[in-house]
């Protein structure tokens, strides 16, 4: 026995030059595919971060677009003074970087057109006229267009409707009533040498109270279009900036990446050779491709760690063949210890992987088994927490969730969970160190499972969108407020109206309507002036919601009228309520007018009633209220 271990020893040290020089080749290929599939993996990462970025600049831009047409519909007329205050008023520049101009266009028919041009003269713009010129069967004149520069003056007054992909798109939208893209232009702004690729993003205007129940409905309502222009390399400068320096993508216009269709090209050197993905991305009813390109690992720069990993076995591999006798006495020893520093080593590298993707955002670490959390100390300094004054749990996590929003948080992780998502993406409010709240943009991927395929690890950040966020919610709420009197205005009431309909439709309950409208509301106006119009109308605002119950939604409908909306509340109940506003209403003593009334008409839910019904018998009854001698509350006449 002695012997023939003797005999393998003498072999041992040429096995183990055998082996290391095996093992190095190995660990040479092991490396090179281990970078390689991080090369991918932070690609894939980056690519998926640049099209959510693209994505959501668009719908905030999709939203500043419904705040003028907001304005459209909430206003009796909007000036070019009125319409340059609005633009100032959203900061493009430091809000939505990128626009390069956002306008109103108006329909005009040829009969109708040297009337137009003439009122728009008249203005102060004596060199005025829709160009190009030409007979058309429509034209659509630019009137209001900020910034009003030196490079979008050129758009004066064009007819966006003449040329054919701009039509296209307009189209779609006069016919949808949606925001609608259009393919690659070059802008009428485009004058000097940095010629850009561009689009335009339209959202129509409709004539108040026209129906738009078919595409020809909306097409004849049309009025005009609220749209943005934009150069396609403004816009990518303005949504990435400079944040992926080392990512190169080009954006083409449609579905086929061609030199012609080509929008935007991150690298113009050609540095990049090899496609790694192409995606498609649909914004506003236009596709376009998403073409992402990179190097091949060997030009990568950490390709010097696969040399430099086998070169280092080689020379351990040397030491070894001198050193043989010691190791082989320490051999099972060293065997332990390898295999914990590997694992530690692992899971090292998997935490500085995600907190460099993380672009300095907080780092999260969550193992499923045990419900252990590792939190970064960027983690909890976002929540202006100490290192060591927050607790690694799970439940200490979800208790800084808000609650309106953890249940939503725990439905997009299970998701992920279930394989139902590629990854778990949410934006809530967390609670910081001082009872604030703030807006995070949590994401997370499972990174590690158990031989029966169950999640084992899940590792992700928190993005700090508490500025993005508020602006979200500075254009939301001039969307849906009526600018004179602070209600909601009619957008908003049709959104809440159908809400509380489904709601008493489907559980059953009371829901009932009060049509208001003030008496004798245009003597007003024409006694003294449309300011004390506009005062009467903000004191009875006042009234008649200070005076409401916290479940009322008050709003104004149009002019001087006025809608509540009232959750479980009867006929008879809602007669009490008109009976109550009605005496405030007419003890009140206004400013200019001294004392006024107001005329009630309510209506209550009945099954199968819409919001057109429920309107009408409401109206009905208001008229009935108006005939029957004003100041009054009148109740709708069901059979």
């Known amino acids: 026995m002695s012997s023939q271990f003797n005999k393998f020893y003498k072999f041992l040290p040429f096995i183990t030059i055998v082996i ?36 959501a600049r668009m719908a905030a831009y999709e939203q500043v677009l419904r705040s003028g047409v907001g304005f459209f519909n909430a206003s009796d007329s909007v000036s070019r003074n009125a319409w340059a205050i609005f633009v100032k008023d959203h900061k493009l520049n430091d809000n939505f970087k990128g626009i390069q101009g956002f306008g109103y266009s108006e329909v005009v028919f040829p009969q109708n057109k040297l009337v137009h041009e003439e009122r728009i003269k008249k203005e102060g713009f004596a060199d005025f006229k829709i160009h190009p010129d030409g007979q058309r069967e429509l034209y659509t004149s630019i009137i209001y267009l900020e910034p009003f520069d030196e490079r979008n003056i050129r758009a004066f007054g064009y007819d966006m409707f003449s040329e054919k992909v701009r039509r296209e798109a ?54 005009g279009f609220v749209y943005a222009t934009f150069r396609a390399n403004d816009l990518m400068d303005g949504v990435l900036g400079t944040m992926f320096p080392h990512i190169h993508f080009e954006i083409f216009d449609g579905n086929l990446p061609t030199k012609q269709s080509i929008l935007f090209d991150s690298n113009t050197n050609n540095e990049f050779t090899l496609v790694y993905k192409t995606t498609n991305l649909t914004i506003n009813g236009h596709t376009w491709t998403l073409l992402f390109r990179t190097n091949s690992i060997l030009e990568s720069e950490d390709i010097y760690i696969v040399f430099i990993i086998p070169s280092f076995i080689l020379i351990l591999t040397l030491l070894l063949y001198l050193l043989l006798n010691s190791l082989i006495k320490t051999k099972e020893n060293a065997v332990q210890i390898a295999k914990k520093a590997t694992q530690k080593l692992q899971d090292s590298e998997e935490r500085l992987r995600y907190a460099l993707e993380g672009a300095g955002d907080g780092l999260w670490d969550w193992n499923l088994k045990t419900n252990e959390v590792f939190f970064s100390k960027r983690w ?23 609650p309106e929003e953890i249940e939503q948080v725990y439905a997009d992780i299970t998701a992920h969970i279930e394989g139902k998502s590629d990854a778990y993406i949410n934006e809530h409010r967390v609670k910081c160190k001082d009872d604030s709240y703030k807006w995070i943009l949590d994401r997370g991927i499972i990174v590690s499972r158990d031989i029966d395929g169950n999640p084992v690890r899940m590792v992700g950040s928190h993005s700090d969108i508490s500025e993005r966020k508020q602006s979200q919610l500075r254009i939301e709420a001039l969307s849906v407020t009526d600018r004179l009197t602070q209600l909601y205005n009619r957008l908003k009431l049709d959104e809440i109206f159908a809400m509380k309909l489904a709601t008493a439709g489907r559980y059953n309950t009371p829901f009932s309507v009060v049509i208001i409208d003030i008496d004798l509301f245009k003597l007003v106006n024409d006694t003294w002036g449309h300011q004390a119009g506009d005062d009467v109308l903000k004191e009875f605002s006042a009234i008649i919601k200070n005076n409401a119950r916290e479940t009322d939604i008050v709003g104004r409908w149009g002019g001087e009228e006025f809608l509540i909306l009232s959750s479980d509340t009867d006929l008879d109940g809602a007669i009490k309520l008109s009976e109550k506003l009605r005496e405030m209403v007419s003890s009140f003593k206004f400013s200019f007018t001294g004392h006024k009334t107001a005329s009630f008409g309510v209506s209550s839910y009945h099954a199968g009633d819409d919001e057109k019904t429920m309107i009408k018998r409401a109206d009905d009854a208001l008229y009935r209220a108006k005939e029957n001698g004003r100041n009054r509350v009148e109740a709708e006449e069901y059979n």
């Open 20 to 55: 290391g020089i095996s093992v190095s080749i190995f660990v040479g290929w092991f490396t090179y595919h281990y970078y390689e599939e991080k090369e991918n993996s932070h690609l894939e990462l980056a690519s998926n971060e640049i099209v959510v970025l693209v994505e």
């Open 170 to 223: 307009m189209l779609k939208a006069m016919k949808s009533g949606e925001a609608t893209l259009s393919g690659k232009i070059t802008l009428v702004q485009e004058f000097d040498t940095n010629i850009q690729a561009g689009f335009l993003v339209y959202l129509p205007v409709y004539k108040k109270g026209s129906k738009l129940a078919t595409p020809q409905d909306r097409v004849s309502a049309t009025q």
């Open 380 to 402: 909890k300094e976002m929540l202006g927490f100490a290192e060591d004054e927050i607790d690694s749990t799970l439940d200490e996590w979800k208790s800084r969730i808000h």
